[in-house]
């Protein structure tokens, strides 16, 4: 009889191995440094802390949303823009909900905003901030930059600041879902 502990070894042994036949190698980890911020909502307001580090910004904002319809960051978005921050914002390709359309109204205010049209569901929910700066940050967790996830729903929001590999790994993975998305909002 095979313990619990071989199977586990087993498993490990037999995904390592799959992941070397597709090519795809681990991750090498790197060193924590910075700041950590949580906010687990509906109780914490995430879309607050959410908004501050929008606030903060000096050059630039990228997010990738999977659902949009937060007003108050769409908001947050749009002044960093006016400000001279650049913005720009990957989507999924799901079709808008009805009322007020977010998207739609960072685009008439000049924040690109492209349809990332590769994926089943682009499902990330990030935004990375100063990406190329000491005091870069990152924003990710399950929320979705909703007014539901915000007042409804059990959602949590980890912004990551000072840890630059971080940053790039992020930005680095933004650009990767930029490259083949389209401008699909006007």
């Not at 989507?91 to 492209?114: A, I, K, S, Y």
């Not at 590769?118 to 000491?134: L, M, Y």
């Not at 879902?177 to 006007?186: D, E, K």
Request: proline share 8%; with cysteine; charged share 15%.
């Amino acid at each position: 009889m095979i313990g619990r502990s071989c199977v586990c070894v087993l498993l490990a042994i037999a995904a390592g191995a799959g992941l070397a036949r597709q090519g795809a190698l681990p991750v090498t980890p790197f060193a924590a440094t910075g700041t950590i911020q949580y906010a687990f909502a509906p109780d914490d307001h995430a879309d607050s802390m959410i908004i501050a580090a929008i606030n903060s910004a000096r050059l630039q904002i990228l997010v990738q949303a999977y659902s949009f319809t937060h007003r108050r960051i769409a908001d947050a978005l749009i002044s960093a823009h006016r400000r001279g921050v650049e913005v720009a914002v990957l989507v999924d390709q799901q079709p808008p909900p009805p009322g007020p359309d977010m998207l739609r109204n960072m685009v008439r205010e000049g924040v690109p905003v492209l349809v990332d049209p590769q994926h089943a569901a682009a499902h990330n929910k990030i935004i990375v901030i100063d990406a190329q700066s000491p005091d870069c940050g990152v924003v990710t967790g399950s929320f979705n930059f909703t007014y539901a996830a915000q007042h409804r729903n059990a959602e949590n929001a980890i912004l990551m600041r000072g840890n630059p590999p971080l940053c790039d790994a992020y930005l680095n993975n933004w650009r990767r879902h930029h490259a083949h998305s389209l401008p699909q909002f006007r």
